[in-house]
């Protein structure tokens, strides 16, 4: 009889740690990589040309807006932004934001919402602060899929 009141309060005292260690973390990224985001701000469709290098401490996107013009985003880590057309109207400016692009691991932190099926993939989900919902795929650790607060939808199509 003791010794199983001993192993019930081992099994009582190992299950928050047991549970922890069942939910899976978001992989960091890549320090520098590519992608290609197909956007849907509610509506409004955008594809847009990700390059993302942390070491440099820049982000550069092309957003290309559905039967719009073409917009160049240069983001920088101490939270400058540059916006600029190469059209005919050659429009430029600049914004400083309160933070720069974001850190490999910004999703440290998130909260683990459990398995959810989207666009044909599998994936592990995530809630970071109310802000995004992220789903990362379970076989390549790929996100695939963004939530904002706002709406809008991100698709990883590489």
Same mark, same amino acid.
């Given at each position: 009889?003791?010794?199983?009141?001993?192993?019930?309060?081992?099994? =009582? +005292?190992?299950?928050?740690? +047991?549970?922890?260690?069942?939910?899976?973390?978001?992989? *960091?990224?890549? =320090?520098?990589? %590519?992608?290609? +985001? @197909?956007?849907?701000?509610? &509506?409004?469709?955008?594809?847009?040309?990700?390059?993302?290098?942390?070491?440099?401490?820049?982000?550069?996107?092309?957003?290309?807006?559905? =039967?719009?013009?073409? =917009?160049?985003?240069?983001?920088?880590?101490?939270?400058?932004? @540059?916006?600029?057309?190469?059209?005919?109207? $050659?429009?430029?400016?600049?914004? $400083? +934001?309160?933070?720069?692009?974001?850190? *490999?691991?910004?999703?440290?932190?998130?909260?683990?919402? &459990?398995? &959810?099926?989207?666009?044909? @993939?599998?994936?592990?989900?995530?809630?970071?602060?109310?802000?995004?919902?992220?789903?990362?795929?379970?076989?390549?650790?790929?996100?695939? %899929?963004?939530? @904002?607060?706002?709406?809008?939808?991100?698709?990883?199509?590489?």
């Amino acid at each position: 009889m003791a010794s199983s009141t001993i192993y019930a309060l081992l099994l =009582l +005292l190992l299950l928050p740690q +047991l549970a922890a260690a069942a939910s899976p973390k978001p992989t *960091p990224w890549p =320090l520098q990589f %590519h992608s290609i +985001l @197909f956007v849907n701000y509610s &509506g409004s469709l955008s594809l847009i040309d990700l390059w993302y290098d942390w070491p440099n401490g820049r982000n550069f996107n092309i957003v290309k807006d559905q =039967l719009g013009k073409r =917009l160049y985003d240069v983001e920088w880590n101490n939270g400058t932004s @540059f916006f600029y057309t190469l059209d005919s109207n $050659q429009e430029c400016r600049s914004a $400083q +934001l309160e933070i720069g692009i974001l850190r *490999p691991n910004w999703l440290d932190g998130a909260v683990y919402l &459990g398995q &959810g099926n989207i666009d044909g @993939f599998v994936c592990n989900v995530w809630q970071k602060v109310d802000f995004i919902w992220y789903y990362e795929d379970i076989v390549t650790k790929r996100p695939v %899929h963004w939530v @904002f607060y706002t709406g809008t939808e991100d698709q990883s199509m590489l």
